[in-house]
């Protein structure tokens, strides 16, 4: 059975930093690409950012490019998000899924979805 697991999140000033993790069971994790989405109220789910198997390709969405970075450890089964230079618009709940679909950023290529992890950036 595959779990995710996500975790990091919490409440944070705008400027600040936050490390989100995802934990993975159940899956060769080392042969998925992961990525992170996230889903602020009122709206729909939205692709944050991505990575290959290896962790040398990288895919992120405009609006985070240059604040955030997706990473992996395939040794630990986790992939990670570390938050910089947060914006109140950044707040949402945050979801790590895997997808053997190659490196996108299409909802519907992701097999599998954690729980998430809410995200609270204070102005």
């Known amino acids: 059975q595959v779990q995710l697991v996500e975790s990091g999140g919490g409440l944070v000033q705008a400027g600040g930093s936050l490390r989100l993790s995802c934990a993975a069971s159940g899956v060769t994790f080392s042969n998925y690409y992961m990525g992170w989405f996230r889903q602020a109220p009122g709206k729909e789910r939205e692709f944050v950012a991505a990575?290959?198997?290896?962790?040398?390709?990288?895919y992120y969405s405009d609006s985070v490019k240059g604040r955030f970075t997706i990473s992996r450890d395939n040794a630990k089964n986790t992939v990670f998000l570390q938050m910089n230079s947060l914006k109140p618009e950044d707040t949402a709940v945050y979801y790590c899924?895997?997808?053997?679909?190659?490196?996108?950023?299409?909802?519907?290529?992701?097999?599998?979805w954690g729980q998430g992890t809410r995200v609270d950036v204070s102005s």
């Open positions: 899924a895997v997808t053997r679909g190659g490196l996108g950023p299409r909802r519907s290529d992701y097999e599998y």
């Open positions: 990575i290959s198997w290896t962790g040398v390709r990288t």
